[in-house]
């Protein structure tokens, strides 16, 4: 596989300095997916290096009957109806159960990107001709999807991105039309800009680590187990955050699953603090949690 080009991170309006032509597009809540397709054989590759092509048959189909080259690379996001809860029920192996789940909530794949056709390397091209490629050689088709995007200005991007927001998109991916695609990067010829929610928790403890004060948080909500936040913290924090917590040290308040209670570094009094994350999704612990502030009120 080819490993994604990344963006970095908008966290305000503030931080916009676009030089040049630059466009937007909506950014979507599912999972970054690679499709390569070598000889007629088709891939599709998670960021993490899955190849899930069994788990998306009406996908693969799609992507068969919808591009005339037997040869390409393609860059989007995948999506099914009802959000990110919903495909994560569709990772099952089972193939009666796929093909059930392929009909009930049937993925959707928005592409943005080309980075091969016809055997032809399109990663040194500028991103303005490979939409071109794009267009031009993919079919837009039940299970296929083209991203639109818009020209933005400094002055237009933050409107489009409370424009995407309020149609239900995470935010907005702002892209240099003449950037390269520079794989495994996180460039800032692309920046995102997100929707973020914040929540309240109660941290109850800490993971150990041998080189930082502790390696994660340990959450509670509404008396359950609630996952660990990790990211967030400058090495200041890591430092204040650990001395809060040996000054309220207590028992071990409330369940912790077996695979992190042996990691535990210390255990507090139930200590109410703030989150800040993409999306909750009922019975699971948060997505992508990112540490705010401890709350004494």
Same mark, same amino acid.
């Given at each position: ?17 676009? $030089? ?25 590759? $998670? ?12 996908? $693969? +189909? &799609? ?55 016809? =055997? ?20 837009? &088709? ?29 935010? &907005? ?37 041998? &080189?930082?004060? /502790? ?5 509670? +909500?509404?008396?359950?187990? /609630?996952? =660990?936040?990790? $990211?967030? /913290? ?34 507090? +009094? ?11 999704? +009922? ?15």
């Amino acid at each position: 596989m080819i490993e994604p080009m990344l963006a970095k991170l908008i966290r305000n309006e503030e931080e916009l300095h676009l $030089t040049g032509s630059w466009i937007s597009e909506p950014k979507y809540d599912g999972q970054r997916l690679i499709a390569v397709s070598k000889e007629g054989n088709i891939s599709l590759w $998670t960021r993490r290096h899955l190849q899930v092509a069994k788990k998306f048959p009406e996908l $693969t +189909k &799609a992507l068969k009957e919808n591009i005339k080259s037997q040869n390409w690379i393609l860059d989007g996001e995948l999506t099914v109806p009802g959000g990110l809860g919903n495909l994560i029920n569709r990772n099952v192996e089972d193939k009666f159960r796929i093909n059930i789940l392929s009909k009930k909530m049937p993925a959707i794949y928005h592409v943005f990107d080309i980075l091969c056709y016809n =055997k032809d390397n399109l990663i040194p091209k500028p991103l303005i001709e490979r939409k071109k490629i794009l267009i031009k050689n993919v079919k837009v &088709a039940e299970h296929i999807e083209i991203v639109p995007y818009k020209t933005v200005t400094d002055e237009t991007a933050p409107d489009y991105f409370h424009e995407n927001v309020k149609n239900g998109f995470e935010g &907005a991916i702002l892209k240099n039309i003449h950037s390269t695609y520079e794989s495994g990067k996180r460039s800032g010829e692309w920046l995102k800009m997100k929707r973020e929610d914040t929540v309240d928790v109660y941290v109850i403890g800490a993971t150990k680590s041998e &080189a930082i004060p /502790f390696g994660a948080l340990i959450m509670e +909500k509404n008396g359950e187990y /609630f996952g =660990k936040v990790g $990211t967030g /913290f400058s090495d200041q924090d890591r430092r204040d955050i650990l001395k809060y917590l040996e000054e309220n040290r207590g028992p071990l308040h409330g369940w912790v699953p077996p695979d992190v209670e042996p990691e535990v570094l210390i255990t507090t +009094k139930p200590l109410l603090a703030e989150i800040r994350v993409n999306e909750l999704i +009922k019975g699971r612990s948060p997505r992508a949690p990112v540490w705010v502030r401890f709350r004494l009120d």
